[in-house]
């Protein structure tokens, strides 16, 4: 967790002094284009980060709108005045976000932050309100035509006066985020980055046994291609005219089955050559989850295998992307007759590895993939960020396979450990 200083709390009224926390100073600016969900992402950061939050829209837009469009020579946003307007409204921004830092000591920032993402004297100007605190910033961003359709639904009236800029890639670090995901997959990928981990029970059971073997999901696991999966379905679904919520309501599952389950039978050979097509083109620009690259090298390579329910083309492109080792045991949907949530997929794993399955450890992120395993007889470490916790029902759930690791035994066996 984010670390905190213990100071002397007064209760007014004539309570008495008790110890209580304070944490420590923390801007976060919360960037990225009209339509991008940064303002939902902002609200829900400063919820879970118990921050202030000062949106830009929220500071200067009632102002803007409220002066009359013929003194401006036009809307606020296209006015000739425009670049004074910009300079005015981040000033404000910038002041008002300072004074919640050193009154508050906890502020999230949200606007489009164009220039500042840039560099240069806006950006310096940022950081400068922020001193000594250096902000973190986080920028969402997406498909162009799921922000324009975005747009188009909210219908703010400034969006129709918002000149078209297409999106540049920012010139200093961010946390980039995909608008493909919800606020809460993607405050699973923040939250740890800013220090708000889930805890680790060391005295969890499962850190008593011992294992033969790892078997790892991909998508989801190893794999950061949560957005490039939402996004290849997301087409799919506009390309076949089929409800997103059905595929929401699948996830883990092999295309096949979501297939079958959309269309009639004489289009499933065709949807599925589509959607394979979208979804291997997709992927590109992968990141392994947090810590699933050093998890993955640490079992030793005869230990470890891969269980997807993904097919050879589309699991082979994203482990390529993401920068993985092919292990020697590699099931995929193709292999099976039976997908997960049925536990074929796992067992052949283990046979094919010669091991039993119930001395099997196994890294799900999906409630189809857990039930497998656990029909396998398998022990289930899950990881957020993709599915509701709630819905996690594993052995043991964490947050990113950073908080743990593989020890070998003087039995030649692997135990799990709290790292």
Not at 27 to 53: D, E, F, N
Request: hydrophobic content about 45%; overall charge negative.
């Amino acid at each position: 967790m984010t670390s905190m200083t213990p100071v002397t709390c007064y209760v007014y009224g004539g309570g008495m002094p008790s110890s209580c926390q304070i944490p420590d100073p923390l801007a976060v600016v919360v960037a990225g284009p009209a339509g991008s969900g940064k303002s939902t992402l902002g609200r829900a950061l400063a919820a879970q980060l118990r921050a202030a939050l000062v949106d830009l829209d929220s500071v200067t837009t009632p102002l803007l709108d409220a002066l009359p469009s013929e003194a401006l020579g036009g809307h606020w946003l296209t006015s000739p005045h425009a670049g004074a307007i910009r300079s005015g409204r981040y000033a404000a921004l910038r002041a008002t976000a300072a004074d919640v830092l050193a009154t508050a000591g906890r502020v999230v920032v949200v606007a489009p932050f164009t220039a500042e993402l840039a560099g240069g004297d806006e950006w310096q100007a940022l950081r400068d309100a922020f001193f000594p605190t250096e902000p973190v910033v986080v920028h969402v961003d997406g498909d162009p035509a799921v922000l324009a359709s975005r747009r188009a639904v909210r219908g703010a009236p400034r969006d129709a006066h918002r000149p078209e800029t297409p999106s540049v890639a920012p010139a200093i670090d961010v946390l980039g985020v995909d608008a493909e995901l919800t606020t809460t997959q993607q405050l699973a990928r923040l939250l740890p980055a800013l220090g708000h981990r889930r805890p680790v029970d060391p005295g969890a059971a499962i850190f008593a046994r011992e294992f033969d073997a790892v078997l790892f999901d991909l998508d989801g696991t190893l794999v950061d291609s949560t957005a490039s999966v939402v996004r290849s379905w997301r087409r799919f679904a506009e390309h076949f005219g089929v409800p997103m919520q059905a595929l929401h309501a699948n996830h883990g599952q092999p295309a096949r089955t979501l297939v079958s389950l959309l269309l009639p039978a004489d289009r499933h050979a065709e949807a599925l050559a589509h959607v394979t097509d979208l979804e291997v083109r997709d992927a590109v620009g992968l990141h392994p989850i947090r810590g699933a690259d050093v998890f993955f090298d640490a079992v030793p390579a005869d230990r470890r295998a891969i269980v997807t329910s993904g097919s050879v083309p589309i699991a082979t492109a994203r482990l390529g992307a993401a920068g993985y080792e092919r292990p020697a045991v590699f099931v995929t949907v193709d292999d099976v007759v039976n997908g997960k949530p049925d536990p074929e997929p796992f067992l052949l794993a283990a046979e094919r590895m010669g091991v039993d399955p119930s001395r099997c450890l196994v890294v799900e992120d999906a409630p189809a993939g857990i039930a497998a395993a656990r029909a396998a007889g398998c022990a289930v470490i899950a990881l957020t960020g993709t599915t509701a916790e709630e819905e996690l029902t594993a052995d043991l759930v964490v947050d990113g396979l950073d908080v743990l690791r593989i020890e070998a035994t003087a039995r030649g066996t692997m135990r799990l450990a709290p790292a």
